[in-house]
């Protein structure tokens, strides 16, 4: 088990609107960050302290913060979207905690 | 190219050992903390090790306390998991993944490797 959780899956038709949440206690204080994954490759940075975006990811990805939930949001999802989304925060009680969520998989119908 | 490439994957009994690296290119190595994270087939991410940038400080997941071990070279710019006593539940995809470089202390990464994947059975 994981101390973030996430819906296992997400599905939206192209160019809806799609929104992935994590939820955790240690998110009140601490920054989240998200990972895409799509089949058979390495994750990428999406969302970096909880709504910064990494030079190169494209302005539909957004994230935002409140209490203890988290929430990633793809607005006018392509079908390139498509993988699965990890959020990621660090443990309060130490430097070298890093927790995952159990990981969201987004469906483009 | 900036790029993380693991490698020393493979098969192993349990019980047994392997050591994987990861070597860097394209950037000032020595700038930046390394971590380990693994992935079960089919399952999904799971924080492994992370050492900071000039080997000083590291640590592990709970489950990998005593076992595992990494280090770092930065003449070589290569970062190494030294995992031993394997059980099965260590199969996994292993990947090394750069630090992003920031003020704030979290740990969170901006590059990572294709990954080296490791099974342990007998």
């Known amino acids: 088990s994981s101390d973030l959780t996430q819906p296992p899956s997400v599905s939206v038709s192209p160019g809806q609107t799609a929104r992935i949440t994590c939820s955790g206690h240690s998110l009140s204080n601490r920054y989240t960050y998200w990972y895409q994954q799509k089949a058979g490759q390495a994750p990428k940075l999406v969302i970096y302290k909880d709504s910064e975006r990494p030079s190169g990811i494209p302005e539909r990805f957004s994230g935002s913060s409140s209490g203890t939930t988290v929430t990633l949001t793809i607005s006018g999802v392509q079908a390139e979207d498509e993988a699965e989304y990890y959020c990621q925060s660090a443990d309060t009680s130490a430097t070298y905690r890093v927790l995952f969520g159990g990981g969201t998989k987004l469906t483009v119908l | 190219e900036v790029q993380l490439v693991e490698s020393g994957g493979g098969v192993a009994r349990p019980g047994g050992s392997l050591r994987l690296s990861c070597a860097a290119s394209g950037f000032t190595f020595d700038d930046y903390g390394i971590g380990w994270v693994r992935q079960a087939p089919g399952k999904g991410l799971e924080w492994v090790s992370g050492i900071n940038w000039n080997g000083g400080s590291t640590g592990y997941a709970d489950s990998m306390k005593g076992r595992f071990s990494i280090s770092r070279d930065n003449a070589k710019k290569s970062v190494y998991l030294q995992m031993n006593n394997l059980k099965t539940e260590d199969t996994a995809f292993y990947y090394c993944?750069?630090?992003?470089?920031?003020?704030?202390?979290?740990?969170?990464?901006?590059?990572w490797g294709r990954g080296t994947l490791v099974t342990v059975s007998s």
């Open positions: 993944a750069r630090r992003s470089s920031s003020s704030i202390p979290d740990w969170y990464f901006d590059l």
